[in-house]
C-alpha cells in the first residue's frame, strides 16, 4: 500500500477509506492506493499520521465492520419492504421548524397522494 497526496479545488465532507470516519477534505488529501496502483479512497488526517501499526488495526476493524454491513444487507436484501400508508403518514403530528429533509421528502409525497387523489 501506498499514500499519494493530491491537490483538491473543493472543499467537501469524505469518508476515510481506512477507517470509516467523516472528515473535511482539505487543499491536499491523501489517497490510500494499493500495489497495482489502484485508489482505495481519500483518508483523514489520523490514518495519515498513524503509524503502520495503527493504521493496519484501522484498517482491520473499518474492513471488519463493512463485513458485518454487508451482511446485513445481504439479509435485509430477501425481505419484503414494508412502507407506512397515507394513513400512517396523515397520523403523524406535523413536523417541527427543524424538520430533517427525509420530513420533507415524506410531507411531499403525502400532498402529491392527496392532490392525485391516491393512495401511497
Known amino acids: 500500500m501506498e499514500i499519494k497526496l493530491t491537490r483538491n479545488s473543493y472543499y467537501a465532507t469524505c469518508t476515510c477509506a481506512t477507517c470509516g470516519e467523516a472528515f473535511m477534505r482539505d487543499t491536499v488529501?491523501?489517497?490510500l492506493v494499493d500495489e497495482?496502483?489502484?485508489a482505495i479512497g481519500e483518508i483523514c488526517e489520523r490514518c495519515?499520521?498513524?503509524t503502520r501499526e495503527e493504521l493496519s488495526a484501522r484498517i482491520r476493524r473499518q474492513a471488519n465492520h463493512l463485513r458485518r454491513s454487508a451482511a446485513d444487507l445481504d439479509r435485509i436484501d430477501?425481505?419484503?419492504i414494508?412502507?407506512?400508508s397515507a394513513a400512517d403518514i396523515q397520523a403523524i403530528e406535523p413536523a417541527p421548524a427543524s424538520a430533517t429533509s427525509l420530513d420533507s421528502y415524506i410531507v411531499?409525497?403525502?400532498h402529491q397522494a392527496t392532490w392525485q387523489g391516491q393512495a401511497i
Do not use: N
Open 29 to 31: 488529501v491523501p489517497i
Open 36 to 38: 497495482a496502483g489502484i
Open 48 to 50: 495519515f499520521q498513524a
Open 78 to 80: 430477501a425481505e419484503p
Open 82 to 84: 414494508r412502507r407506512p
Open 108 to 110: 411531499q409525497l403525502l
